[in-house]
């Protein structure tokens, strides 16, 4: 079974919330990077940053950060991890970065991720912006700006579709099997 939770135009709207939010949060952009985490995440940092561009006219640094070798399940995964290209074109050193994935489950990408980020700097803050909360945290990791929170089952898989991969932006549940 497949289920279309979010289409194009539902996407562009949280993408736009959030950039407001993330604004008001952080009364202003001063200081800010925005960071995707490989691959989701990315097109969504470049998203964001572009939407606060047309709010701010302001150019936001943004970054991809590959957390392939950060992860805790390195050696006992099935298949061998993608490695994809880190690219911090800042020192994020004493700057607030605002982390980015497509979805949020377990927390344990999170985690990796703000590993992977101590390596290059020590930011003055991390915020977490995610296109969905789906549950099932098995750290303490709380994002802080949600574009939707869909509580799933987990024999239930939440699966983002992007138009820069060549297909329809749009956000799916599909039930594993």
Known sequence: MIKE????????RIISRIAHEIIEKNKGTEGICIV???RGGVYLA??????IKGIENVDITVGSLDISFYRDDIGIRKEQSIVRKTDIPCDITDKKIILVDDVLFT???IRAAMDALMDFGRPAQIQLAVLIDRGHRELPIRADYVGKN???SILENI???FEEEGLEDKVILMQNV
């Open 159 to 161: 699966e983002v579709q």
């Open 36 to 38: 995707g985490i490989q």
């Open 150 to 152: 869909i509580p799933t």
């Open 46 to 51: 470049k998203r964001l940053a572009n939407k």
């Open 5 to 12: 939770l979010l289409n194009k135009k539902d996407i562009e």
């Open 107 to 109: 927390g344990r990408s």
